[in-house]
């Protein structure tokens, strides 16, 4: 089956002036890094959907992780046919969100780019303030707006609710919270009203947590496989294996906890494990 492709804007999938003005070969065009794949990237544009390598003077040039096209990414594109292209630049970053690999002092980027950090966890899986801490500390730095989201409510009494929303009010008084659950969809349309077009929001948290469950239901469609097993169904063609990048109707694209299969999930001490 093939997916159909929507013509769309590049603004509406995040494009901005900042990129252009960095923009110097004109015969190369833009388009934004949906999923990675070890060393094959899948890009969008207006009006398509591309697999794409890096050249090999990229390659030969990159000296770290940082030099690598990463999810979020907008790069400069010579496309060879209808389906595939050459990744010859990337452009430069508004935001990187990044941590420390464990035991090395090199960077791992999670994204780029991203405008909001929506970090969610839920009562049923190691639920921590810190760790809300932790990912809030790690948006900050790099000036991406947190969001806290405290998912699967409803198994919560309402008693347990309100402690704990009081004591994320609390704890985190200068950040926004959203209380959410899938099953009666309680505190869904906040979350949808708190998306805003061409801006990138990512979905980061520990595995279970829900996160591909509540972008689910932003985009209306069982669009990703939730649960424990994440790896996306076949649908006979490579490219639409391993998207992380979604472009909802209403504007907005939101990112599912991209770059986790390659680098581990960030785990309640940061340490790496394997998924
Ligand atoms: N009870 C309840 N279960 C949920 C909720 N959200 C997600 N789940 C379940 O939690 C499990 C993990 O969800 P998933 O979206 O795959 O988590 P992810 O690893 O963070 O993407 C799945 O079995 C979901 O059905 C919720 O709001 N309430
Ligand atoms: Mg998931």
């Not at 979604?246 to 907005?252: D, L």
């Amino acid at each position: 089956m093939k997916k159909e492709i929507r013509k769309i804007d590049l603004k509406d999938i995040g494009y901005h002036e900042f990129f252009d003005i960095n923009q110097k070969d004109h015969n190369l065009i833009p388009a934004r890094v949906i999923a990675q794949y070890k060393e094959l990237y899948i890009l969008r544009n207006e009006t398509s959907e591309l697999s794409a390598k890096i050249t090999g003077k990229m390659m030969f040039s990159a000296s770290s992780t940082e030099d690598y096209p990463t999810v979020g990414d907008w790069v400069l594109i010579a496309v060879l046919d209808k389906q595939q292209a050459l990744i010859h630049e990337i452009l430069p970053r508004k935001t990187v969100l990044a941590r420390k690999a464990v035991g090395s002092s090199d960077k791992q980027i999670i994204a780029a780019n991203i405008d909001v950090a929506l970090i969610v966890q839920s009562p049923d899986r190691d639920y921590n303030l810190n760790k809300f801490e932790r990912y809030i500390v790690l948006a900050e730095s790099e000036n991406i707006k947190p969001v806290i989201i405290l998912n699967k409510t409803d198994l919560l009494s309402e008693e347990e609710l309100n402690t704990k929303i009081n004591e994320l009010k609390q704890r985190f008084e200068d950040n926004e919270i959203y209380a959410t659950n899938i099953i009666n969809e309680h505190g869904i349309n906040d979350l949808r009203n708190l998306i805003k077009k061409g801006l990138t929001y990512c979905f980061l948290g520990s595995s279970g947590v829900g996160k591909s469950s509540i972008i689910n239901v932003l985009l209306g469609e069982d669009l990703i496989k939730t649960g424990e097993i994440s790896s996306y169904a076949h649908r006979g063609k490579h490219i639409t294996t391993h998207r992380e990048l979604y472009i909802i109707k209403s504007g907005g694209i939101l990112i599912d906890n991209p770059g986790m299969r390659e680098i581990g999930v960030l785990d309640s001490d940061w340490g790496i494990k394997n998924v």
